[in-house]
């Protein structure tokens, strides 16, 4: 059983900054990869961005040179640092962690983020 919880939403105009947080708690296991994705209306939900346990980081090519994700492996907090944004960044952004189990993944609860002047 793991637990995700966002924060950090909310409304900002195009070219401003949001910093996303997300706290993980329950039986996280050493070898994990968490990361950020986004769901618009009527889109799939998509990667933003993902990192392992040792620190290896992926990047959607839309998020590349814009967004920076982060993590603090004693406090199981992972962060998402996203610069110069866009209308078309306007999404809910889940969190996510997935451990040993290929097949499952586990959810936050996500957080709205609206680009918009």
């Known amino acids: 059983q793991v637990q995700l919880v966002e924060s950090g939403g909310g409304l900002v105009q195009p070219g401003g900054s949001l910093r996303l947080s997300c706290a993980a708690s329950g039986n996280i296991f050493s070898i994990n990869v968490m990361g950020w994705y986004c769901q618009a209306p009527g889109k799939q939900r998509e990667l933003v961005a993902s990192?392992?346990?040792?620190?290896?980081?992926n990047y959607a090519d839309s998020a590349k040179g814009r967004f920076t994700i982060s993590r603090d492996n004693a406090k199981n907090t992972v962060s998402l640092q996203m610069n110069s944004l866009k209308p078309e960044d306007t999404a809910v952004y889940y969190c996510s962690y997935q451990g040993r189990r290929v097949g499952r993944v586990y959810w936050g609860q996500g957080t709205q983020v609206t680009v918009s002047s």
């Open positions: 990192i392992t346990s040792d620190g290896t980081t």
